[in-house]
């Protein structure tokens, strides 16, 4: 009775809540982060990091101070995105985070490897420490907003983080295959296993708009998102087009400039 999920803020006295508090990891002293939003996806290819690149641009762009935690350690695409090629450097306090061009605070395991190109063939419990430690050794300083690239699926260093970080809520991005219910589904169970509140989904990749004939297609099949949402009483932030410009932009490092009124409108959802 009385739970509000946020054992730091919680007054009731339950067994899972003190459970739950002592597996946090603690955040790195010199920083204070208001709220951390975990991008979340079932499987790979969808748009994962696309989407946490645009919100965290966005959200940035409406002043708030924004961070993006690349927890996807064996795929990090992140820095890329945003054309970060620096290493991260240290100081006495910890890891220092890298800068995109408009000021959103970076980590990523690929700001750490010689080359970007290296691969990172590590176990589970290994890449789990690192995604903990980008939390207690990072100087983060002030954030209003993080927004953590999740690993696809709901493996084990998923349920590592959502057990150590202290999770607000859950962004979900899945694209309008028929087999993609089942993976929001598995996604859904695994948040509410885990106590943590599903902010709302995003279908990307949702329609293609033909540049000559301005007909819309669905290239994926027709989608059912309303239909998995109302069943799974999911609120649905944003359906994104598939857009080159979108594609081009990553490539080219330049995510920041991203600008698209379905994601502003979820931005100003999920504040
Ligand atoms: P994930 O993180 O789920 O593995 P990514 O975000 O890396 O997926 O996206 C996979 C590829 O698809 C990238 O090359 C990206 O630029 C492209 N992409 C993602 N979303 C879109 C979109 N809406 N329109 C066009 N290309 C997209």
Redesign the pocket.
Known sequence: MGCTHDCSSCASDCKTGSENQSMKTQLNKKSKVRKVIAVV?GK???????VTAMLASAMNREGFSTAVLDADIT?P?IPKMFGIRDRALGSEDGILPAYTEMGIKVMSVNLLLENDTDPVVWRGPVISGTVNQFWSDVVWGDVDYMFVDMP?GTGDVALTVFQSLPIDGIVI?TSPQQLVSMIVEKAVNMAEMMNIPIIGVIE??SKFRCPECGREHSIFGESRLEETANRLGLQILAK?????E??KL??EGKSELFVCPEIDEAVNKIK
């Open positions: 996806s790979g290819g969808v748009g994962k990091s696309t795929g695409s696809p991005v990307n990749m994104l087009p598939i857009d080159s979108f594609a990553a490539d």
